[in-house]
């Protein structure tokens, strides 16, 4: 088994106020972080995760317990000592003036290097892996803010690991990065975890890629509950459920997403199969309706006919001529006229 890099011993997080009063937000946090996992911090607003990560990294002090980073309790250590063995890379946008990727890819040599600043040769070559890691050699001679969204990102991990920490903790990696370079971020994120070792911890809001993607999930429920297992573990035991409910929407164990419920007006039979069959029932449930059997009583029912990417749907109401359409629009369309 892996070793032990971060642990947290009865833990309890939140705000010192005044007068000696205290805001807790969670406690008794009994959380185990290892070598070469990546775990994803989930959560609604407001449930308490950046506090989390600001007291794991010793930024903010523990209201009670203790969070011990390689053995040692973090509050023993100095800022460089604890700069030596975490990296951060924040959401906010840092403006860097006229750096280059490789003098910003250097500053994460700040923590080893002397009051001067100065490389060593070691130091070069620790931001030239760095650079080979994130797949951004090519960009070492540009300046960063010439650069897209996708590669400042792959800049800033590669800062982080360029201060060779034990753990990376990144607070929204994939914020403002489209679907192709959020997946490509956590695939990248996954493979430096087991590659080099460190452990990663990220806050994100992309559940689906989470589930996918990360060794384990540390999940903050509303009211201080933090759930901590395999995503499928936690799918499964119903924490999702429990952490993000809400009315008008639930989480879908078999598919690992959540489900949007609008107000069900009427009701109306599918016939049909596969894919096109599983689109029409979300598209009439976004225009109020549920699908039933066809034994219950609906006031729609309707068929999917056609074949292949050129389906089309036979809709009738009781005692009425069936209408034909051929796209999912025209049928959500349709439909609304008839509940009308």
């Given at each position: 088994?892996?070793?032990?890099?971060?642990?947290?011993e009865?833990?309890?997080?939140?705000?010192?106020?005044?007068?000696?009063?205290?805001?807790?937000?969670?406690?008794?946090?009994?959380?185990?972080?290892?070598?070469?996992?990546?775990?994803?911090?989930?959560?609604?607003?407001?449930?308490?995760?950046?506090?989390?990560?600001?007291?794991?990294?010793?930024?903010?002090?523990?209201?009670?317990?203790?969070?011990?980073?390689?053995?040692?309790?973090?509050?023993t250590?100095?800022?460089?000592?604890?700069?030596?063995?975490?990296?951060?890379?924040?959401?906010?946008?840092?403006?860097?003036?006229?750096?280059?990727?490789?003098?910003?890819?250097?500053?994460?040599?700040?923590?080893?290097?002397?009051?001067?600043?100065?490389?060593?040769?070691?130091d070069?070559?620790?931001?030239?892996?760095?650079?080979?890691?994130?797949?951004?050699?090519?960009?070492?001679?540009?300046?960063?803010?010439?650069l897209?969204?996708?590669?400042?990102?792959?800049?800033?991990?590669?800062?982080?690991?360029?201060?060779?920490?034990?753990?990376?903790?990144?607070?929204?990696?994939?914020?403002?990065?489209?679907?192709?370079?959020?997946?490509?971020?956590?695939?990248?994120?996954?493979?430096?975890?087991?590659?080099?070792?460190?452990?990663?911890?990220?806050?994100?809001?992309?559940?689906?890629?989470?589930?996918?993607?990360?060794?384990?999930?540390?999940?903050?429920?509303?009211?201080?509950?933090?759930?901590?297992?395999?995503?499928?573990?936690?799918?499964?035991?119903?924490?999702?459920?429990?952490?993000?409910?809400?009315?008008?929407?639930?989480?879908?164990?078999?598919?690992?997403?959540?489900?949007?419920?609008?107000?069900?007006?009427r009701?109306?039979t599918?016939?049909?199969?596969?894919?096109v069959r599983?689109?029409?029932?979300?598209?009439?449930?976004?225009?109020?309706?549920?699908?039933?059997?066809?034994?219950?009583?609906?006031?729609?029912?309707?068929?999917?006919?056609?074949?292949?990417?050129?389906?089309?749907?036979?809709?009738r109401?009781?005692?009425?001529?069936?209408?034909?359409?051929?796209?999912?629009?025209?049928?959500?369309?349709?439909?609304?006229?008839?509940?009308?």
């Amino acid at each position: 088994m892996s070793t032990v890099i971060l642990a947290t011993e009865h833990l309890s997080i939140g705000y010192a106020l005044r007068r000696g009063q205290q805001r807790l937000v969670a406690a008794d946090l009994n959380l185990v972080l290892r070598a070469g996992e990546m775990v994803c911090l989930l959560g609604p607003n407001g449930a308490g995760k950046s506090t989390l990560l600001r007291t794991l990294v010793g930024m903010q002090p523990p209201l009670r317990g203790r969070v011990w980073l390689d053995g040692v309790d973090i509050a023993t250590l100095s800022a460089r000592q604890i700069a030596r063995r975490i990296s951060v890379v924040l959401t906010e946008r840092v403006e860097v003036g006229q750096l280059t990727v490789y003098a910003l890819v250097a500053l994460g040599r700040h923590p080893h290097t002397g009051w001067t600043g100065r490389l060593t040769l070691h130091d070069e070559a620790v931001v030239r892996q760095a650079l080979e890691a994130v797949d951004a050699v090519g960009l070492a001679g540009r300046f960063v803010h010439e650069l897209s969204d996708g590669e400042r990102q792959r800049v800033m991990v590669a800062r982080a690991l360029a201060q060779e920490p034990l753990i990376m903790v990144l607070d929204e990696p994939t914020a403002f990065l489209d679907l192709p370079r959020r997946v490509e971020m956590m695939r990248l994120l996954r493979r430096l975890a087991h590659e080099t070792q460190r452990a990663m911890i990220l806050s994100t809001h992309d559940l689906d890629l989470a589930l996918r993607s990360a060794d384990l999930l540390w999940l903050m429920a509303p009211g201080g509950n933090v759930y901590a297992g395999a995503p499928e573990d936690l799918v499964l035991g119903g924490a999702f459920e429990e952490t993000f409910a809400t009315e008008g929407v639930s989480f879908d164990r078999y598919q690992g997403h959540f489900r949007i419920h609008p107000p069900t007006r009427r009701h109306a039979t599918l016939i049909g199969e596969g894919v096109v069959r599983e689109w029409t029932a979300r598209a009439l449930e976004r225009a109020g309706y549920g699908v039933v059997t066809s034994h219950e009583p609906a006031s729609v029912h309707i068929a999917v006919t056609g074949e292949g990417r050129q389906p089309c749907w036979e809709v009738r109401t009781n005692g009425d001529m069936p209408q034909r359409v051929r796209t999912l629009r025209d049928l959500v369309t349709l439909v609304r006229h008839i509940q009308a």
